[in-house]
């Protein structure tokens, strides 16, 4: 009997590559107080003059270049548009010209709903869809119309002459201000939105093999996500059909849960950016959440089912990300709250660590 159809779908949280990544990078948007402030950094690490394309990603390219699909959430506009949305205290674009970094770690899906992709005002976002196109990559949560910002990105896996569907929607639950922003996906936890989200997840006449919702939800810094949040998370499972959650916006790692061999990750991380570390949340670290999926025969027809979660620890330093070795402290720290966090929801992690040193996490045995 031939070993069952898989698949390694690569999750991260944030990936923010505006800011002082964009300056680092040749060609950038130009900004006086950041090409300051990078100047600083750089007269500190000579090895920074040589930051490129793939130096965001570090060590971590390998595990990108060899999943069947990687799928991140781009917290940053793309544009050089110079309007910031107003009275907002941190504004991020990157020059369109630098896209080439999500090329490099070969990025097949970015989230746009989120609270940073309207940073430099519709206009702004525009671009940003513009150029993700431009660029061939998939996108959700925002669009040049409401229609399309509903709308979930259509991906594809293939095993030889089989061709999968993956429908990937994206929404957000901040900020508020852009709720009057038609273009951009925001959500809140009524009952009204629960009834608009059930119609735009069950109506579509071509049904994927997976249905993903990702999700920009709850503070920066919060271990377990509010009781409203891990409600939705349920919501979107029993009444949706969805089959995984990819949730983001705390700036560390959260727990995962599987919910009726459904798996529902609140909280990935920050994968890469330029902020300062906090001590207690340690934001620096965080992960890259491979989740494997295998074909299934059932009631429903073909589809696919996601059977395991491999958590790689990462650290990001000098504005890159790094996977972390299995005897680094910070692997340990990582493991041990990861662990702990788990436990919040009855989850169960593996005692021993995979063959790269990943945590891992049995999803749906089909048993």
């Not at 959700?140 to 910002?149: C, D, L, P, V």
């Not at 093999?209 to 999700?215: A, E, G, I, P, Y």
């Not at 919910?259 to 934001?283: E, P, Q, T, W």
Request: aromatic share 10%.
């Amino acid at each position: 009997m031939p070993p069952p159809i898989r698949f390694h779908l690569n999750f991260v949280g944030d990936v923010m590559l505006g800011r002082l990544i964009d300056q680092l990078l040749p060609t950038h948007v130009y900004c006086p107080e950041e090409a300051e402030l990078i100047a600083y950094f750089v007269a500190g690490n000579a090895a920074l003059k040589n930051y490129n394309f793939k130096s965001p990603w570090g060590n971590t390219l390998p595990l990108f270049h060899a999943a069947d699909l990687n799928l991140i959430n781009l917290e940053t506009s793309i544009t050089t548009n110079p309007k910031p949305w107003p009275d907002k205290v941190f504004n991020y674009r990157m020059h369109p010209a630098n896209i080439q970094c999500l090329k490099e770690a070969h990025i097949n899906y970015a989230s746009l709903a989120n609270n940073h992709t309207l940073d430099f005002s519709e206009e702004g976002l525009l671009d940003t869809v513009r150029k993700l196109k431009d660029a061939g990559i998939p996108f959700a949560g925002a669009g040049e119309s409401r229609e399309e910002a509903l709308q979930p990105a259509v991906l594809g896996l293939k095993d030889g002459e089989d061709a999968y569907t993956v429908h990937v929607y994206s929404a957000s639950d901040h900020p508020e201000d852009w709720s009057a922003v038609p273009k951009f996906h925001l959500i809140d936890y009524l009952p009204s939105t629960r009834n608009r989200l059930k119609q735009l997840l069950t109506t579509p006449a071509v049904k994927p093999d997976l249905k993903v919702f990702s999700v920009h939800w709850g503070p920066n810094y919060a271990w377990m996500p509010a009781q409203e949040i891990q409600s939705l998370a349920h919501f979107l499972i029993d009444e949706c059909g969805v089959d995984m959650i990819h949730g983001h916006s705390s700036h560390h790692i959260q727990g995962v849960e599987v919910y009726k061999g459904r798996l529902i990750i609140y909280g990935c991380g920050d994968f890469v950016d330029d902020y300062a570390v906090n001590a207690k949340f340690r934001n620096d670290l965080s992960a890259i959440w491979r989740v494997e999926v295998q074909k299934s025969e059932g009631a429903e027809g073909r589809r696919l089912r996601v059977r395991r979660l491999e958590v790689f620890p990462s650290r990001i330093k000098r504005f890159q990300a790094n996977l972390l070795d299995k005897a680094d402290t910070d692997h340990e720290w990582v493991k041990r709250r990861f662990g702990m966090l788990c436990e919040g929801f009855g989850t169960e992690v593996h005692k021993e660590l995979g063959d790269q040193g990943q945590i891992v996490v049995d999803v749906d045995n089909g048993d």
